[in-house]
């Protein structure tokens, strides 16, 4: 069968899979029948899970890397490599004693010291890793197994923020790996999860292969959402890099490969009446469409643009343009996502108005745009990205706006998000992502909803009112609390418009109907517990 893939040439991320020595070397493969082979909504452009927040990165690092605590099915962080951990009665000292048997890929023992430096470089750059390390005062090092957290003051979510789901997760490398600059890709992948990348059977832009780790100790709980015993059950899974839908849906039927993340939606009752095939929502939160203003630059600087964009946008037809059956899609105004526990209506007047073009070109003009490109990264490679980003540019256009289409894969827009420069310089406007709800649903966790400036997440949205009320949702002592704050930071919010949603909807995910054990959860995608049989 011909397969259409996309082979980068050059980038970090292929020198690096070139490079890296800590990557085992090929072996001789497995039988079809332990082998799942799989597609997922995009390339792999980068191997650093810290380094980005891309979902197919994040994969990646669940594959080869292990966590500290993890959700369990019910969304409660769990200890996971952590054996032993208590706090102190002033609730401000955290101790945590690692469980025996614990190696990385290369034979050698995790120590508390990987486990401080990886929670140090993961801090640098998550959000709520961020919260939680302004109130940080020390991490020691106790003894090879042990280690601290030391906080000024009490914080009643560091265990929910070590075990987050959503990107980025606190993934634990080696003190080596994790003492790189944390706005520089590691290239070495010496992992301490239950899985090995294999370095010469794996193709960049093509293919990606991960071997089961012999030697992996998983926990003795059941598998429990991301939390109990991550029991590998396959010897190999290959991720491959398949373009074209429709490729990839006639791999699927025809038993080429075992797993397709995203089938595209207008095939999804044909996919239904196939009895060799599954269709499951792993993710029932959802996922919310999500569109990325660059504070930093015209004309998204000024707080007038931003509110055109709230003005101008149709989520009806961005959810219309890619999700055919409207079972699985519909239009959301709340800051926290739909179906969330902080869900609300404050200040959506913008949302049950829109699309209002002609407030939006006042809007737009009042802001002194003087006619420049908005520059708007267009992730061909992922239907709703791509045609995302073609209607943002005609709406756009309607009101007057001059809107350049910058068009590369995902990997591409991955590597050009973080650069912040202006647009004219490699930088750029506009870029479109998504996360799930239950990310939306929490004003700390999710990266994207801090308003930090430039030690932010793409973007770098800045607001002071909005940090000091996440702040305070943290410090809430009860849930109707915290929905109290949620109202005062969703009123602010959407007055300085820290980004502009287009849609909120479900993704079944396809599968052979040989396979077994898939877990739902959200944010990643766990190749563990899974078999065929």
């Excluded at 005609?394 to 910058?406: E, P, T």
């Amino acid at each position: 069968m011909t397969t259409r893939r996309n082979v980068m040439k050059g980038g970090l991320a292929a020198a690096a899979l070139a490079g890296a020595p800590g990557i085992v070397k090929a072996q001789t493969a497995p039988t079809r029948a332990r082998t799942l082979r799989a597609v997922i909504h995009g390339d792999i452009g980068s191997f650093d899970p810290i380094w980005t927040t891309a979902n197919v990165t994040s994969y990646h690092g669940g594959m080869i890397y292990d966590t500290l605590f993890s959700a369990d099915k019910d969304m409660v962080a769990k200890p996971q490599m952590v054996g032993k951990h208590g706090v102190s009665d002033d609730q401000k000292t955290y101790t945590f004693e690692l469980r025996d048997g614990l190696k990385f890929s290369d034979g050698s023992a995790v120590t508390a010291a990987d486990c401080v430096a990886s929670v140090r470089r993961w801090a640098a750059r998550d959000g709520f890793g961020q919260h939680l390390f302004a109130r940080v005062t020390d991490t020691p090092v106790v003894d090879d197994k042990t280690f601290r957290i030391v906080l000024r003051e009490p914080y009643g979510m560091v265990y929910d923020a070590l075990g987050k789901l959503g990107t980025n997760i606190c993934y634990v490398m080696r003190k080596k790996e994790a003492e790189t600059d944390p706005m520089q890709q590691v290239t070495e992948y010496i992992g301490s999860g239950p899985f090995t990348m294999n370095r010469d059977a794996s193709k960049q832009g093509a293919q990606y292969v991960y071997d089961r780790r012999a030697d992996y100790v998983p926990r003795s709980e059941p598998v429990s959402g991301s939390a109990g015993g991550k029991v590998v059950k396959l010897d190999r899974v290959v991720i491959d890099n398949i373009r074209d839908e429709q490729t990839a849906v006639a791999a699927l039927q025809s038993g080429e490969i075992d797993f397709l993340e995203s089938p595209p939606f207008d095939l999804l009752d044909q996919l239904e009446t196939n009895r060799d095939l599954k269709l499951e929502v792993l993710n029932q939160t959802g996922n919310v469409g999500w569109m990325r203003l660059n504070f930093l630059h015209p004309p998204f600087n000024n707080v007038k643009a931003r509110q055109a964009m709230l003005n101008l946008i149709d989520q009806r037809q961005f959810m219309q343009a890619t999700f055919a059956n409207p079972k699985y899609a519909r239009t959301c105004g709340s800051l926290f996502g739909c179906g969330t526990p902080m869900e609300n209506d404050t200040n959506t007047d913008w949302f049950k108005g829109a699309p209002n073009l002609a407030k939006a070109r006042q809007l737009l003009q009042e802001s002194g745009y003087d006619g420049r490109p908005i520059v708007i990264l267009q992730a061909t490679s992922i239907p709703f990205m791509n045609n995302s980003a073609q209607l943002i540019a005609q709406a756009l256009r309607q009101i007057g706006a001059n809107a350049q289409l910058a068009a590369s894969d995902w990997g591409g827009v991955v590597q050009r998000r973080s650069n912040r420069g202006a647009p004219d310089a490699g930088g750029w406007n506009v870029f479109i992502t998504w996360a799930t709800g239950s990310s939306f649903g929490n004003p700390v966790a999710l990266a994207g909803h801090a308003a930090t400036g430039e030690r932010g997440w793409f973007g770098w949205p800045s607001d002071e009112a909005h940090e000091r009320m996440r702040n305070e949702w943290a410090a809430a002592p009860t849930p109707e609390a915290r929905v109290a704050v949620a109202r005062r930071l969703q009123d602010n919010a959407w007055n300085f418009v820290p980004h502009v949603y287009l849609g909120q909807w479900v993704q079944p995910a396809a599968y052979r109907a040989n396979v077994r054990g898939v877990i739902t959860i959200p944010e990643l995608l766990p190749f563990w517990n899974i078999e065929k049989v």
